[in-house]
Nanobody, 120 residues
Framework: QVQLVDSGGGLVQPGGSLRLSCVVS????????MGWYRQAPGKQRELVAR???????NYADSVKGRFTISRDNAKIAVYLQMNSLRPEDTAVYYC??????????????WGQGTQVTVSS
């Protein structure tokens, strides 16, 4: 069974920084793109950033220049460094992975979510 465990959220003041982490565990799977999404109260889940297996990245316009996504293929992990945080970044952040467990269909897998709150 494949599992994504994300962590690193918390309460931070505007202008502060946080680093989110997500580790994928399980047996016998192939992993492709990884990413971070977020969902604020009353809003739909939205893409924050994604990174391909080869390290090509893309970001939501609202976070460009402030957030950096990275991955460690050896550890099967993805990270999100968030700088210059704003109150509008407040949301639950979810790790996402496009992967195919052995003997199963390729699809999207999600972490349980980690709360990020930006407030003074």
């Amino acid at each position: 069974q494949v599992q994504l465990v994300d962590s690193g959220g918390g309460l931070v003041q505007p202008g502060g920084s946080l680093r989110l982490s997500c580790v994928v565990s399980g047996r016998s799977f192939n992993i492709y793109d990884m990413g971070w999404y977020r969902q604020a109260p009353g809003k739909q889940r939205e893409l924050v950033a994604r990174i391909t297996l080869n390290g090509v990245t893309n970001y939501a316009d609202s976070v460009k220049g402030r957030f950096t996504i990275s991955r460690d293929n050896a550890k099967i992990a993805v990270y999100l460094q968030m700088n210059s945080l704003r109150p509008e970044d407040t949301a639950v952040y979810y790790c996402n992975a496009d992967l195919r467990p052995q003997g199963r269909v390729r699809g999207d897998y999600w972490g349980q979510g980690t709360q990020v709150t930006v407030s003074s």
